[in-house]
C-alpha cells in the first residue's frame, strides 16, 4: 500500500471515487450498449432488408432509415446532450446524472453501431439467403435465421468495436454529471494536473477494453467457421 | 402428355442488365412439365439452365412470360402464398449455398423449422437424410471442413428436407464420383417412383440422362432448342447440338477419330467397308452379326461398340468392318436397313490430317 | 424535488474544483440536518438547465454576468442568493517575464468558453496590447478593434490554458486551472483589475425566482460565508481567488 | 438575405467565420483522413496478415498491433491531446492550434480505422487467397493485388464510417483552438445561446456528412461486383 | 517410369484437427509423377484427393512426408524460393476461387502481373487463353455475371496464363457439359503432347480420365489404393472400388440390372447362356462373334456392348446370350479364353428380387 501511496498520491485517497467511477461507466456503457444495441440492430438489419435488392425491397424506408442516421451521425455529441434535454426528461425523469446520459449516449451511438451491422450484413452471401428463399422461409426468419446467424461473427467484431468506443463516449458523459471514469481521467485527473489519478483511470478503462476485445475476439473465433 | 402438367414456363424471357450491357440470358422459353416426370435439361455452359430453372420458384423474376406451378401462377403470389408454394418445391444449387455458421445436420434441418415437426422428429428425420447422402459422421462439422463432394451432398439432403413435390437439381451430381452419383439418381428415381416426386434435372453428364430422365430439353443461348422424350432424342436427334451431346457422351466421335488413324492398317477396300450401324429397340434381339454372316457371308469386326438401354428400350451403335463381296455386302445393308438399322459409311480421311 | 423548501436534502450544482470548499459545508450543514448532495458537472451550460428544470436546487458556478445571459437567452428565472467569490483572471508566461517583453505576432490562448473569453480580451485590454470594441459587453477575438503587436489569439479549453503555456507565449487562465498547475499568482504577467467593474463578474449561488425566500437556503448560505469558507477557497485557489461576501469594490 | 438575416441573426454577421470553420474541419478532416487512413490500413492490414493462420503469420508482431490499437483506443481523446503534445511539438512545431489537432487526432482515429480495415478484410474469401499464392504472388502483391482490391467495396464502407466518425472527433479540436464548424457549434453556438450559429455549423456538418455518405455509397456500389 | 519423375510425394500424411476431432484426410500416401504424364486421380468424394494435391504446391503443408517437385524439397523451400517454384505449377481449384473485384480478363491476367511481359504482350495473351475456353465474349463481365461453367473455364484459363510445366486440376470440368469438356480436355493434351506439360487431373469423370490419362490412382480414405497405367487399371482391375468405378463409366452394372429385369423373356436354358465377354487389345480386330459362328454355330445376341479405345488399345466389354448346342458352346467358350477374353457367365437373379 505504501509503494501505491508514493506513485498515487492524490488516487489513494480516492478509492471510493475510484469504485463508483467505475460503477458509473460500466453501468453507462452496459445499459447504453443493450439499448443502443437493439436500436441500432432494428436499424442496420431495416438498412440491410429494405435496400435495394434487399429481401423487403423498400426505397422510402430505405432512404429515411439511411438519412435519419446520418443525420444523428452529424450532431456533435455535446449538442446532442444539450438538443435531447427534454427527450432526456421525459424518458428517466431528470436530464443530469449517470442515468439521464445513457439517453443521449444512445442516441449517439445507435446510429454509429447501425451503420456497423449493415456493414457487417451487407457480406453475407447472396446464395445463402436466396437458398433460405427457395426453402420458403419469410422475412422474420431469414433475418434471425440466416442475416444474424451467417454474420454473427462479423456482427460480434463490429460490436466490440462499438462498444470499445463507446466507453470512450462515456468520457463525455461528465458535462452532465454523469461521472465515471473518463471524467475522473479528465476534469479531475487532467484539469487539476493529478496525473496519478489519469493514470490509474485510464488502467481501470485499458482493463475493460482488453477484456471487451479479448472476449468479443474469442467469441467471434468460436462463432467463425468459414476457414 | 396425358399427365397432368405440374410446371408450366409460359414464353418465358429473362434478361439482364449490366451497365448498359445487355445479356438475354433466357429467351422466349416454353417449357411443361408433367406431374411425375424427371425432366433433363442439358446444354452448353452458359445456355441460360440455372436462369431459366430459378424462374421456376421465383428467386428469379423472369422480364417476361407466365410461371404456373401446382395451377398456381407463381408471378401473381403474395409473399406468404409464394413461401408455401416453396415449401413443395425443393432447390439443389449448383453452387450448393450452404450455410457456413451451421453444422450439416442443421443445414439440412433448416427447411424444418417451422414445419410442425416435433424435435425428435426433426432430429430422425435429419438423421436419415444424413444417412441416405452417406454424411452420418459429419453431422457435427461445418461446411468449411467438407470436400466438394461432400458439400453438395449436404444441399442434396436439404432440398429433400422438406418432402418437396418438386426438385429442382441444378448439377447436383456434377462433384461427385460415379458411385455416389449412382446412388444419388438411385434415389431420385426411388422418390420419383415411390412419391411421385417431379424432377428438373439440369446436368451436363448425358449419362445421368439416360440414367433417370423420361424427357429432355436441349438448351442453346437461352432458347430451347429440342425437347422431347428420352429414347427419341438419343435414337433420333434432330439438332446437331443435341447430336454432339449424344455422341460426346457415348464417345463416338473420339472413338471415330482414333479409328480414322488406324485407318490405314485397316486395310479398306470394295472388300472391306466401314459402317457404322445405330439401332433402337427390337434389333438387338436379333442376332444381328450372327444373321449378317449367314445370310450373306459377311464378317462384321467391331471396332467400337456402345449398346445400352434407355428407359428400358436397347439402342445400338456400332462401328464395324464388313468384310464380303461387294454384292453380298449390298445385300447385307439393304437387310439392315430392312431391319430399320440407320447405316453410315465411314469415310476416313487422310490420317495425318486427322 | 420542487418542495425543496420542505426537504432537508439540497442538491447543489457545482464545477469540479469547487467540491472541496463545498465539502467542509456540506459536513457542517449534516450536522443541522441538512443534507447536501453535490452534482458535479463539466459543461457551463449544464448546471443552469438542471436548476431551472429543478434537477438541482442551488448552483454555485457562474457569476452574474453570466447568470443575466443565460436567463435572457433561455427566459428564465434564476436569481443570485449570495456572493461567493471573485476570481481574477490573469495573464501567465513561462517564456517572458513582462508584458512589455511580448513581441509582434506572439500567440496569446484564451478561455473558449463566452464569459471567460470576454474578460480575458478585457484584461489583455487593460494591459495595453489590443483595443476591443467597448460597446460588446463579452467580446471574442473579432471585436478586436486594434491589435498593433498582431498578437495572434486563440481561444481554447480553459483547462487547456496551463498547457498551452509549453507553445504561447502567454495565456490567460482560470484560477481553479491555474492552482491545478500550481502556477504562482506572484509571477503573472497581468491580473484582471479588481474594482466596480468586477462586480458582475463575482461569482454566486443561485437559485429559481420562486426560492428566493428559501430557509434552508438562508442557512446554507449562512455556512458558506464564514471565515473557514474564505480560508478554504484561499487554500483551493492559491490566494488567486477572493472571498467576496465582505467585498468592498471601488 | 433578410429572410436568413430574420432567421439567422446571430449567424448573418459571422460570415467569415463560417468559412474559416469549415475550412477547418475540412482541411482537420482531410489531413487526418490521409494520415490515420495510412498509418491505420497499414496496422489493420498488418493484423490480417500476421494473425494466425494469415498470409506472414507472426503471433509477436501481431500480439503488439492487436495490443497497442487497444491501449490508444482506451485513452480518452482529451487526454490523448495532452499526453501527445510532446509529440505533437516535435512534429508540427506546436501543440496548439488546427494543425497541432491533427495529430491527436490522427492518434485518436487510427487505431479505430485499423480496427474497422481489419474486419473489412477478415471477409476477404481464403479462398482467393489461397488461388493468389498458388500463381506465386508474394505478401505485397496478395496485399495489394487481392486483400485491398477484393475488400475495397468494404474498406469504402468502413472508411465512411470513420470519416463521419472523424468530423465528430474534430469538434474536439475545439479544445487546443482547432477552431472548426464542431467548436463553432458548441462553443460559440451553444455556449452563448446563439441557436442559430449551432444550428448552421451542424446543417453544414449535415452536408458534409450527406455528401461523404453519398459518394461513399456511390464508389462502394460501383466496385462491389459480388452481385 | 523411364521418364524423369517431376512430382515425388513420399510418406504423406495430413490430418486437420478440430476441436479435439480429428480427420485423417491423407494417410502414408506416395506418388511418383514422370514428367509428360497426365495422370488421373480418382476416388470417392472425401477421400482426401483435393488434400492431397494441395500438398504439391504447399497450400497444404502435410503432417508428415516429403514433396519433391521438380528436383525440390517443396517443403524445405524459402518463401521467395516456393513462390518461384510455384509459378510454373498451375492450379485450377475445385471452387474457382475466382477475383470477384476483377474482371474476367483481370483474372486471367493476374498471374502474369511481374511476369515481365509487356502491357500489350499481357492483353494478347489473355486474349488468346480467353478464346482458347470460349470467353471472349465476357472478357469484361465480372466472375458474379458468369454461369458455373463459365467461372470454371476462367479458372482453367487463368490456371495456364503462366504456361505452368504441371498443371494441377482439382474437377476442373465437373460443372461443364461434355463438349466444353472435351474441348478442354483436348487442350490439355496438346499442352501436353506438345509442350511436354504433366497435369494431374483429379476427377470423378471416368470418361475424362479414359481420354487423356495414361496414369491412374484410386483414393480410397486418404490412401492410394490402386494405381497402374491406364489400360491395365482398366482391362484389369484389382480392387472392388476401381472395378466399381470401372463399371459405373461403363454402365455395365445398371445394364447389367436391366437385363436382368427381362431375362425371364430371354428364354436362357442350356442351349442359351448368358455371357460377359471382356477383352483388351488385339481380340476386336479379329471378327470374334462371326468366328464364332463360322467355327461353332454359336449365334451370338449382343444384348448390352461396349468396346472403347484406350490409349490406342481396344478393350471390349460384351454382354451377350450365346445359343447353340451346349458342346458347341463349351468349344466357342474355350476358344474365347484362348483368344485372351475374359469370361463371365451371369446368372440372373429372380426378377422379382432384383
Ligand atoms: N479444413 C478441414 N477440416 C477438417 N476436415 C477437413 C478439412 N478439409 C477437408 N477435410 C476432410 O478431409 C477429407 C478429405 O477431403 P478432400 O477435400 O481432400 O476430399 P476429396 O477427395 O477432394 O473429395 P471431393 O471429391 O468430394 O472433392 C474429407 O473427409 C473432409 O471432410
Ligand atoms: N447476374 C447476371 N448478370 C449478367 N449476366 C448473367 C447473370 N447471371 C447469368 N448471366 C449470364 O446469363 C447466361 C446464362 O447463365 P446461366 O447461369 O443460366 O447458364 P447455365 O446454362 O446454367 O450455365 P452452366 O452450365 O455453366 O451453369 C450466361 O451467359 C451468363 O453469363
Ligand atoms: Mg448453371
Ligand atoms: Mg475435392
Redesign the interface.
Known amino acids: 500500500m505504501s509503494i501505491f501511496a508514493k506513485y498515487f498520491p492524490n488516487a489513494v485517497t480516492m478509492k471510493s471515487d475510484f469504485l463508483q467511477a467505475t460503477w458509473e461507466t460500466i453501468y453507462m456503457t452496459l445499459i447504453t450498449a443493450i439499448v443502443a444495441g437493439v436500436i441500432g440492430m432494428a436499424i442496420g438489419i431495416g438498412l440491410i432488408v429494405t435496400q435495394p ?1 434487399g429481401i423487403l425491397e423498400n426505397r422510402v424506408v430505405y432512404n429515411i432509415l ?2 435519419v442516421v ?2 444523428f ?7 446532442l ?2 438538443v435531447i ?1 427534454p427527450v432526456t ?1 421525459i424518458i428517466v425523469g ?4 449517470t442515468t439521464a446520459a445513457i439517453v443521449p449516449l444512445v442516441i449517439g451511438s445507435a446510429p ?1 453501431y447501425a ?2 451491422i449493415q ?2 450484413l ?2 453475407v ?4 439467403i ?9 422475412p422474420i ?1 431469414i433475418i434471425f ?2 442475416y444474424l ?2 454474420g ?3 456482427i460480434i ?2 460490436s466490440v ?1 462499438t462498444l ?2 463507446l ?2 463516449l462515456t ?1 463525455m458523459a ?4 454523469g ?1 465515471g471514469l ?2 475522473l ?4 485527473g ?5 496525473s496519478d489519478v ?1 493514470f490509474l483511470a ?1 488502467l481501470i ?2 482493463v ?3 477484456a471487451i ?1 479479448l472476449l468479443g475476439d474469442l467469441w467471434a473465433r468460436r ?1 467463425d ?3 | 402428355m396425358t399427365k397432368e402438367p405440374i410446371i408450366q414456363l409460359n414464353h418465358i424471357d429473362v434478361t439482364f442488365h449490366n451497365k448498359g450491357q445487355t445479356v438475354k440470358a433466357v429467351q422466349d422459353v416454353s417449357l411443361e412439365v408433367a406431374r411425375g416426370d424427371i425432366y433433363g435439361v442439358v446444354g452448353y455452359s452458359g445456355a441460360g439452365k440455372s436462369t431459366l430453372v430459378r424462374v421456376i ?1 421465383r ?1 428469379q423474376r423472369p422480364t417476361a412470360g407466365t410461371v404456373t406451378v401446382n395451377g398456381q401462377n407463381i408471378l401473381a403470389l403474395r ?2 402464398e409464394l ?5 413443395k ?3 439443389i ?1 449448383q ?1 450448393f ?6 453444422t450439416i445436420a442443421d443445414n439440412v434441418d ?2 424444418l ?2 414445419s410442425g415437426l416435433s424435435r425428435k422428429e426433426r432430429h430422425d428425420k435429419v438423421a436419415r437424410l444424413l444417412d441416405l447422402v452417406g454424411l452420418s459422421e459429419k453431422a457435427q462439422d ?3 471442413q467438407l470436400s466438394g463432394g461432400q458439400k453438395q451432398r449436404v444441399a442434396i439432403a ?1 432440398a429433400l ?2 418432402d418437396p413435390e418438386i426438385l429442382i437439381s441444378d448439377e447436383a451430381t456434377s462433384a461427385l464420383d460415379p458411385k455416389t452419383t449412382s446412388a444419388i439418381l438411385e434415389l431420385l428415381k426411388r422418390l420419383n417412383k415411390e412419391l411421385g416426386l417431379t424432377v428438373v434435372l439440369i446436368t451436363h453428364e448425358m449419362d445421368a440422362v439416360k440414367e433417370i430422365c423420361n424427357k429432355v430439353a436441349v438448351m442453346e443461348d437461352g432458347a430451347i432448342i429440342e425437347r422431347g422424350d428420352l429414347v427419341s432424342i438419343f435414337s433420333n436427334p434432330q439438332k446437331p447440338l443435341t447430336r454432339d451431346f449424344i455422341n460426346t457422351a457415348t464417345q463416338i466421335d473420339q472413338a471415330l477419330e482414333k479409328i480414322y488413324k488406324q485407318a490405314k492398317g485397316l486395310g479398306l477396300d470394295d472388300h472391306h467397308q466401314l459402317v457404322q450401324l445405330k439401332y433402337v429397340g427390337a434389333s438387338t434381339d436379333a442376332p444381328l452379326i450372327t444373321e449378317l454372316f449367314k445370310r450373306y457371308q459377311v464378317v462384321s469386326n467391331i471396332l467400337y461398340g456402345n449398346v445400352e438401354i434407355l428407359q428400358d428400350t436397347p439402342l445400338g451403335n456400332l462401328v464395324v468392318v464388313m468384310a464380303g463381296e461387294p454384292d453380298q455386302l449390298e445385300q447385307a445393308w439393304q437387310y439392315c436397313r430392312d431391319a430399320g438399322i440407320q447405316l453410315t459409311f465411314l469415310k476416313p480421311k487422310d490420317p495425318e490430317v486427322a | 424535488g420542487k418542495s425543496a423548501s420542505s426537504s432537508k436534502t439540497v442538491k447543489v ?1 457545482i464545477m ?2 469547487d467540491e472541496k470548499i463545498w465539502n467542509p459545508i456540506k459536513t457542517k450543514l449534516a450536522k443541522q440536518g441538512i443534507n447536501i448532495k453535490l ?5 457551463y ?2 448546471p443552469n ?2 436548476l431551472s ?1 429543478h ?2 436546487d442551488l448552483n454555485s458556478f457562474q457569476h452574474r454576468y453570466f447568470m443575466n445571459t443565460w436567463n435572457k437567452a433561455h427566459k428564465t428565472h434564476i436569481v443570485a442568493l449570495a456572493n461567493t467569490y471573485l476570481a481574477p483572471l490573469r495573464l501567465y508566461s513561462k517564456k517572458i517575464k513582462n508584458v512589455s517583453d511580448i513581441k509582434k505576432g506572439d500567440q496569446i490562448t484564451i478561455p473558449n468558453d463566452a464569459t471567460n473569453e470576454g474578460r480575458a480580451l478585457h484584461l489583455l485590454e487593460s494591459a495595453g496590447l489590443i483595443k476591443v470594441n467597448d460597446k460588446v459587453a463579452l467580446p471574442t477575438p473579432k471585436n478586436i478593434t486594434q491589435n498593433k503587436l498582431n498578437l495572434k489569439i486563440t481561444p481554447m479549453d480553459a ?1 487547456q490554458t ?1 498547457r498551452s503555456l509549453s507553445d504561447a507565449t502567454a495565456a490567460v487562465i482560470n484560477n481553479e ?1 491555474a492552482a ?3 502556477l504562482n499568482a506572484k509571477t503573472a504577467l497581468a491580473r484582471e483589475k479588481v474594482n466596480k467593474a468586477s462586480k458582475p463578474y463575482i461569482n454566486i449561488i443561485a437559485a429559481n425566482k420562486s426560492d428566493k425566500n428559501n430557509a434552508t437556503f438562508k442557512k446554507i448560505i449562512k455556512a458558506y460565508q464564514t471565515e473557514a469558507t474564505k480560508k478554504n477557497i484561499e487554500k483551493a485557489y492559491d490566494g488567486l481567488s477572493i472571498p467576496a461576501w465582505n467585498l468592498k469594490l471601488k
Open positions: 435488392g439511411d438519412k446520418n443525420l451521425r452529424s450532431i456533435p455529441f455535446v449538442i446532450l444539450a434535454a426528461r431528470t436530464a443530469i446524472g454509429f451503420r456497423q456493414n457487417a451487407t457480406e452471401d447472396h446464395g445463402i436466396e437458398a433460405a428463399e427457395a426453402v420458403g422461409s419469410g426468419a435465421r440466416v446467424r451467417e454473427l461473427a462479423d467484431r463490429s468495436l470499445i468506443s466507453i470512450d468520457a461528465g458535462a452532465i454529471g461521472g473518463g471524467n481521467a479528465i476534469n479531475v487532467y484539469s487539476r494536473f493529478e489519469t485510464m478503462i485499458l475493460l477494453v482488453f476485445q462463432v467457421h468459414t476457414a | 420458384n428467386l409473399s406468404s413461401r408455401a408454394a416453396r415449401k418445391i425443393g432447390m444449387f453452387h449455398n450452404l450455410m457456413n455458421a451451421r433448416y427447411p423449422k417451422g461445418y461446411p468449411a436439404r428436407a422438406n | 450544482g469540479g474544483t452534482v458535479t458537472f463539466t459543461d451550460n449544464q438547465a438542471a428544470n434537477e438541482v483547462a496551463p486551472f491545478s498547475a500550481k
